[in-house]
C-alpha cells in the first residue's frame, strides 16, 4: 500500500497470534491448554467516546409529510405524519393520499418537526451476523468507527457472534451504554462463540453444559457455536433451549459429518450462519465432501476454494433430498441468515477489491487485514483464480435458489453483514447484502421485511423494534427518494443520477437520518467523522489521497 511502513514484529507476533485463534475457532477446537482465558483478559484497551451526536428525545416530534414502508411486507404508505414521543412512536397519522394531503388532518404542532416530503421512512435495520473488533485485535481498527459506520446507514440492532476472545463483560458493557444512548451505538444483542465462554476446553457434557449457564450469568443473550465434540456440542444445544438461551451456528467442515443442519436443528439449533451444513445435509451419492487428498483445512485458499464446489455436489433443486431438507427446517421454525455479502469476494475479487467506499471509508489498518495474508483470516488470496470465481458463481446460483425459495414457503431469512472480513466493510456490506438478497429472488419489500421484522423476530426482540408501530421504539430510517426502486440510495456513497436540465452528474442517496429511541442522528455528519477518522489514518502513514490499492512486486515485465 502506497506509503506503508513495515509492520513491527510486535504487531506482526498479534497477528499470528489471532490468526492462529481464528483458525482454532474454525476448526471447532477449543482454547490451547494454558493459553491466556478469555474471561480472564483485562478489559479491551478500546474507550468508546461518549456521544455528542443526535438531537432528542423530546416529548414530541413530528416527521411531516412522510412515505412509509413499515416492515411488515405491507406496500408503501402514505404521506403520514409520524409522531415521536421519547423513544417511541405515540401515533401515524394519515394526511390523505399522495398529491392530496388534507391539511386540517394533520398531527398537532411538537417541540421539534421535520418537514420530510419526498422521503421513505423504514424501521431501523437489524443485522443479525456482526463482530465489534477493536484497538485490541488484530485489525487495530477502534470500536467508534464500525459503530458509527453500522449507524449511519441505518442499522440499530445488531447480533454480535463473537470475534477476537474479547470479554464477554467488555461487551455487555457497550451494551449498556448503547441502551443508555451514551455512545452512538445500535443496541446489541450478544452470542459469545461457543468456545471462548470458559478458561478451559469444552470437552465433555457437563463442562458444556456449564459453559451455556456461564455465559448466560455473565450477560448472554444467546451463544454461537462453529464445532465441538458430538456429545458435547448436543448437550450444550440442549441446556440453551433448558435456560432459555437462544442458538445459532456455523457449521465448520470439521464437524459437518456428525453435525449437518438436520441434525443440529434436531437437538434445537435455532438458526444457522452463512451456508455450510445446509448442502452436506443433502448429499445423496457421498456422505463426505470430496475433498482433494491434499486438503488441508486450515490453508484458507484450499478451505474457501474448496466451499466454492460445496453446492455442486448436493441434491439438485427439487430433488427428493431438497425438498427433504427444506421441508424439516420449516416444520422446525429454523432461521436462515445466509451472509452471502461475506463471500461475495469469491466470485469477483476485482469488483469488492476496488469498490467505490474503500477509498474513503476503509482505515488503512483494515486494509492492512484484507490484503493477500497466510496468517490474516479471510485473507486467502495467495492465487486466487478465474476457475475459483466460476466455481462460486454457480455456488452462489444454486445457494440463492434454496434460500429464495425457503422463503416463499413461509420460511425464516434475515439480513447479516458479516463485514470486517474479505473486503466486505461495515455498513456498507449490510446494504450489499441486501442488494443480494434482491438478485437472489427477494422483491424490494421482501428484503426491507427480512432487514428489519425478521431479523427482529430472530433475536426475540419483535415487540420492541422491527416494525414501525404505535408502541413501537423509535427506531427509524429515513432516506430522501425511494429505497424500494433503487436500494443504491441506502449506501453510504450514494449513487450517480445525470441531471437532465443541468447536463451535470450528481451522487444523490445516502440515508439522511437514523433514528434510535427517539434521538435522530444526522447520518451524513456520521459518515464525515469516519472519513475524518480515515484521512487521518492515511495522513500518519503518509499515505496520499487516492485509491487505496494493494502493493506488489511486478514480476510480470
Same mark, same amino acid.
Given at each position: ?14 497477528? !499470528? $497470534?489471532?490468526?492462529? %485463534? ?28 461518549? !456521544? ?11 416527521? !411531516? ?10 406496500? +408503501? ?179 459437518? +459429518? ?32 470430496? $475433498? ?179 408502541? !413501537? ?49 444526522? %447520518? ?20 496520499? +489521497? ?12
Amino acid at each position: 500500500m502506497q506509503g506503508e511502513k513495515t509492520m513491527s514484529s510486535g504487531r506482526a507476533n498479534l497477528f !499470528r $497470534f489471532l490468526a492462529g %485463534a481464528a483458525l482454532l475457532a474454525i476448526s471447532g477446537m477449543g482454547p490451547v491448554a494454558g493459553q491466556a482465558a478469555p474471561a480472564e483478559r483485562a478489559d479491551v484497551a478500546d474507550p468508546i467516546p461518549a !456521544r455528542t451526536e443526535g438531537i432528542g428525545p423530546y416529548s414530541r416530534v413530528i416527521l !411531516r409529510n412522510v412515505i412509509m414502508v413499515d416492515g411488515t411486507g405491507a406496500p +408503501a404508505q402514505g404521506p403520514y405524519d409520524i409522531v415521536i414521543s421519547n423513544d417511541r412512536i405515540a401515533e401515524i397519522r394519515s394526511i390523505g393520499a399522495p398529491g392530496a394531503i388534507d391539511e386540517s388532518r394533520r398531527a398537532e404542532p411538537g417541540d421539534h418537526e421535520i418537514d420530510l416530503t419526498g422521503h421513505y421512512v423504514l424501521p431501523g435495520f437489524v443485522d443479525t451476523h456482526t463482530h465489534l473488533h477493536t484497538l485490541s485485535d488484530g485489525q487495530n481498527v477502534p470500536s467508534d468507527y464500525i459503530l458509527k459506520l453500522w449507524m449511519a446507514h441505518g442499522v440499530t440492532t445488531v447480533r454480535d457472534v463473537g470475534s477476537g476472545g474479547r470479554p464477554i463483560e467488555w461487551l455487555a458493557d457497550v451494551k449498556r451504554r448503547s441502551e443508555r444512548n451514551e455512545i452512538v451505538a445500535p443496541r446489541i444483542e450478544i452470542y459469545p462463540m461457543f468456545q471462548d465462554i470458559l478458561d478451559r476446553p469444552v470437552n465433555d457434557p457437563e463442562t458444556a453444559r456449564l459453559a451455556v449457564r456461564e455465559a448466560q450469568r455473565r450477560g448472554a443473550s444467546g451463544i454461537k457455536f462453529i464445532g465441538g465434540a458430538e456429545d458435547v456440542l448436543f448437550a450444550a444445544l440442549d441446556e440453551a433451549e433448558r435456560v432459555g438461551l437462544r442458538t445459532t451456528m456455523h457449521h465448520a467442515q470439521p464437524v459437518v +459429518a456428525y453435525a449437518d443442519v438436520l441434525q443440529t436443528s434436531a437437538h434445537g439449533l435455532d438458526s444457522m450462519e452463512h451456508w455450510y451444513g445446509l448442502p452436506e445435509a443433502m448429499f445423496t451419492d457421498r456422505r463426505l465432501q470430496a $475433498f482433494p487428498n491434499d486438503f488441508i483445512n486450515t490453508d484458507e485458499q484450499m478451505r474457501f476454494g474448496e466451499a466454492g464446489r460445496l453446492w455442486q455436489q448436493a441434491g439438485k433443486p427439487g430433488s427428493e433430498a431438497w425438498n427433504n431438507v427444506m421441508d424439516q427446517l420449516l416444520e422446525r421454525n429454523f432461521v436462515l441468515s445466509p451472509t452471502f455479502t461475506a463471500y461475495l469476494t469469491s466470485r469477483d475479487f476485482m469488483r469488492m477489491s476496488r469498490a467505490a467506499w474503500h477509498d474513503e471509508y476503509t482505515l488503512p489498518s483494515l486494509w492492512d487485514w484484507y490484503r493477500p495474508s497466510r496468517v490474516n483470516h479471510g485473507s486467502y488470496w495467495f492465487d486466487w483464480t478465474t476457475e475459483h470465481e466460476m466455481a462460486w458463481k454457480e455456488n452462489y446460483r444454486l445457494w440463492m435458489q434454496f434460500v429464495n425459495e425457503y422463503k416463499n414457503r413461509g420460511g425464516a431469512v434475515t439480513v447479516g453483514s458479516d463485514s470486517g472480513y474479505i473486503y466486505n466493510l461495515y455498513g456498507f456490506g449490510y446494504v450489499q447484502e441486501m442488494e443480494l438478497l434482491r438478485e437472489a429472488g427477494f422483491s424490494p419489500l421482501e428484503v426491507i421485511h427480512a432487514a428489519t421484522q425478521e431479523g427482529a423476530r430472530a433475536l426475540g426482540v419483535d415487540d420492541e423494534v422491527g416494525t414501525i408501530r404505535v408502541g !413501537r421504539k423509535a427506531d427509524l430510517v429515513i432516506v430522501n427518494g425511494n429505497p424500494l426502486a433503487n436500494m443504491k440510495l441506502l449506501f453510504g456513497t450514494g449513487t450517480l443520477r445525470l441531471n437532465d436540465a443541468t447536463g451535470q452528474v450528481e451522487r444523490v442517496g445516502g440515508i439522511v437520518y437514523t433514528v434510535k429511541d427517539g434521538i435522530i442522528y444526522d %447520518a451524513r455528519r456520521l459518515r464525515a467523522e469516519v472519513r475524518d477518522m480515515v484521512a487521518r489514518q492515511r495522513a500518519e502513514r503518509g499515505i496520499p +489521497a487516492g485509491p487505496m490499492v494493494i502493493e506488489a512486486v511486478d514480476v510480470s515485465r
